[in-house]
């Protein structure tokens, strides 16, 4: 039983939370009321204390030089790691809390029941300053509650006040249903606040050193973890390697010298754990299996991967003479060619607020405006913008929740204009393409055009389900007749990894039959998920 939480309770807090949302990360991607299966909320928040456990892993000693406790510098530590590596908008909230935490609790000389209250209370008000329109039913309502029942304690016993907290955050989990209708028709709870109701028992455990009493519902298998991007690498190397391994101390003060000779961007990562650790393994190298042997020298290697640079995408385009660039997200090969095509600077899907910073500084460019293409990228970008700032870049996000949209307020750029006036520009453009998502329907659900069933073809209206069919060419034609129905002068179609061929074709030829003054264009996207995306301008 701890009186105070310490730097050494900190590391284990996080270690034991990025654990348990190992455990859950399955059960929490389907803890998704849209009926597609493309749930990653578990996906995100896992990645995002990733970078948190990095982070903290990377920086071993408690003793800090900046003046705060060492408690105070282990909980900035992870605040920073987890902002850099948040992805959607449960990660960037996530990242928010924990730096309300040490924002708190940096310069406190002990960590007691009250001091642990005000810090949920900073916390609390550190998430929702995070989010520009906050709702309530979400993780922000759990930290909340948890945030008030802690203040309510009143008290200065740290056990007291982390199980009273962890319980009120599992009570207002549990009634996200009655605030948000969507969750009470799909009949689950909010996957962010799911999320936090996990790492809050992860820290009763810390300080009690016993589980907490709620229930907890049964672990599902989870999904394969998702790969971040990697850097591009240096041009003296061909190849990238990394590996897990579990090693000693000393064998891998060995491995590091020994890779530190064999290439480059050596970065080898521990656990903190006693004895035989779990090491995260990186370099640039041009002998693979000499840096692969190394490691079996060391010790065990295992989920060894190795890429080679030349495999990957052509470097950035360089930023237009007047210093200004553009970075889009992209899921989908066809899509990024596209976007490549209008000059902008493409990273994958579900970025990390530090991936989109890297991109953002690889422009090279004094401005650069941002193209999310979906909601919970965009509180990513917004982070990731403030990051930018603080480094002399003015970023602008123009939020786009659909790749036709992007493709839309690229079409306008002109770098003739203000910046600001350009960027203006984009938004009306992004503003006024209406967009459709066409897909099969991953569950049971119900939605606001009725119930569904797994296998359903689903036509989502500017994310709102409008349609659900039985045939895909046949939901599709009226997903689009019904967008045309409300005006429109130019339709664009991309089409899906998983669509039939000739899909897009019959689309457009319906289009020419019924709306003759109507043009049609049409790409291979590769999107995951959606066989089609409708943009009507």
């Known amino acids: 039983m701890l009186d105070t939480l310490d730097a050494a309770a900190v590391r284990r807090w996080c270690a034991s939370g990025l654990a348990v949302l190992q455990q859950h990360q399955g059960e929490i991607d389907d803890l998704n009321v849209f009926p597609v299966p493309d749930g990653d909320t578990g996906t995100n928040l896992v990645l995002t204390l990733t970078s948190a456990q990095q982070a903290l892993a990377l920086d071993p000693g408690t003793l800090p030089d900046d003046g705060h406790t060492p408690h105070g510098h282990a909980l900035r530590l992870m605040a920073r790691g987890a902002l850099l590596g948040a992805r959607g908008n449960s990660g960037v909230i996530l990242s928010q809390i924990l730096r309300g935490f040490a924002?708190?609790?940096?310069?406190?000389?002990?960590?007691?029941?009250?001091?642990?209250?005000?810090?949920?209370?900073?916390?609390?008000?550190?998430?929702?300053?995070?989010?520009?329109?906050?709702?309530?039913?979400?993780?922000?309502?759990?930290?909340?509650?948890?945030?008030?029942?802690?203040?309510?304690?009143?008290?200065?016993?740290?056990?007291?006040v982390v199980r009273v907290a962890s319980g009120a955050a599992a009570q207002a989990l549990a009634r996200t249903p009655e605030q948000l209708p969507a969750l009470a028709r799909a009949g689950v709870v909010d996957a962010g606040g799911r999320g936090l109701c996990l790492l809050l028992d992860a820290l009763v455990e810390v300080v009690t050193g016993q589980s907490p009493e709620q229930p907890l519902p049964a672990p599902r298998a989870a999904r394969p973890p998702a790969t971040a991007m990697r850097e591009t690498g240096s041009p003296a190397y061909a190849y990238e390697v990394q590996y897990l391994l579990d090693a000693t101390d000393e064998a891998v003060a060995r491995l590091r010298a020994e890779l530190d000779a064999l290439g480059d961007s050596l970065l080898i990562v521990g656990d903190g754990g006693p004895g035989v650790e779990t090491w995260n393994v990186h370099v640039h190298v041009n002998d693979v299996g000499?840096?692969?042997?190394?490691?079996?020298?060391?010790?065990?290697?295992?989920?060894?991967?190795?890429?080679?640079?030349?495999?990957?995408?052509?470097?950035?385009?360089?930023?237009?003479?007047?210093?200004?660039?553009?970075?889009?997200?992209?899921?989908?090969?066809?899509?990024?060619?596209?976007?490549?095509?209008?000059?902008?600077?493409?990273?994958?899907?579900?970025?990390?607020?530090?991936?989109?910073?890297?991109?953002?500084?690889?422009?090279?460019?004094?401005?650069?405006?941002?193209?999310?293409?979906?909601?919970?990228?965009?509180?990513?970008?917004?982070?990731?913008?403030?990051?930018?700032?603080?480094?002399?870049?003015?970023?602008?996000?123009?939020?786009?929740?659909?790749?036709?949209?992007?493709l839309a307020a690229l079409a306008v750029r002109d770098p003739s204009r203000r910046f600001e006036d350009d960027v203006i520009a984009m938004a009306e453009a992004a503003g006024a393409c209406r967009y459709a998502e066409v897909c099969h329907a991953g569950k049971e659900a119900l939605t606001v055009a009725g119930p569904c069933r797994p296998g359903d073809v689903l036509a989502l209206v500017e994310g709102e389900v409008h349609l659900i069919g039985a045939d895909l060419l046949d939901t599709c034609t009226a997903v689009v007749d019904r967008m045309l129905g409300g005006g429109g002068e130019l339709v664009t179609l991309l089409c899906g990894a998983g669509a039939p061929a000739g899909l897009a074709d019959q689309v457009r030829e319906h289009v020419e039959r019924s709306w003759p003054f109507v043009e049609v264009q049409s790409y291979e996207g590769g999107q995951p998920h959606y066989p089609l995306l409708v943009g009507v301008e």
């Open 103 to 160: 924002d708190a609790l940096a310069a406190v000389p002990a960590v007691r029941g009250r001091q642990l209250a005000g810090a949920l209370t900073g916390a609390a008000g550190a998430a929702y300053a995070a989010v520009a329109h906050p709702v309530e039913g979400t993780l922000l309502t759990v930290v909340a509650a948890a945030a008030r029942a802690a203040e309510q304690a009143d008290s200065d016993d740290l056990s007291t």
């Open 290 to 406: 000499a840096a692969i042997e190394a490691g079996v020298v060391a010790g065990r290697p295992h989920r060894i991967t190795v890429t080679r640079f030349a495999d990957r995408a052509a470097p950035p385009p360089a930023p237009l003479p007047d210093g200004r660039a553009a970075v889009v997200v992209a899921t989908g090969s066809g899509i990024a060619e596209l976007f490549a095509a209008e000059g902008a600077v493409v990273v994958p899907a579900n970025p990390s607020t530090g991936e989109l910073l890297d991109a953002i500084r690889a422009t090279g460019a004094a401005r650069v405006v941002v193209l999310p293409n979906d909601p919970d990228t965009q509180s990513v970008a917004s982070a990731a913008a403030q990051e930018a700032h603080r480094l002399g870049v003015k970023v602008s996000v123009v939020p786009t929740r659909s790749p036709v949209q992007a």
